[in-house]
């Protein structure tokens, strides 16, 4: 089922649609939150505290066929209170052998190297445009920018990282 027919169902009282209606959307959101945190627990706590969230209020959610638009805005403001909160990090880290493990660390090493030369609205801006694959309208909704705006954080964010790519 599409989205608006689960979401009337749930309205409705029939509940046992919302697992079909997370299953929809819980790997993208999982995916977008673990770009803001580096730890994968932590993401997957924000991940569910986004769906909390969605179905607390979900009584005054105005169906217009944005419900992924609307996600997206909950884990939005969810990994914004996140980055402001103080970092801990442990002494030891485990390390993988594995030379597979080890080039894929290098090269998120190198996103992340690249992603945190931005300013956070530029940061913002490509996570979701690049690793979201949302579209600068979706992008607009989501922050609460012009769609002009959006477009010149990604164009400038990228301008930036190509120049200082390594």
Known sequence: MRDEELIQQIKRGHTEYANELIEHHYSSILRYCTWHCSDPERAEDLTQETFLRAFRDFSQYADQGKFRAYLYTIAYHLCVDESRKPRFYPLDEDVGDSKDQFSEIENEDEINSLLKRLSPPQREAIILRFAEQQ?????????????????????????IMRKEKP
């Open 135 to 159: 579209s600068f309208r979706e992008i607009s909704k989501i922050t609460g920018i012009p769609i002009r705006t959006t477009q010149s954080r990604v164009r400038l964010a990228l301008a």
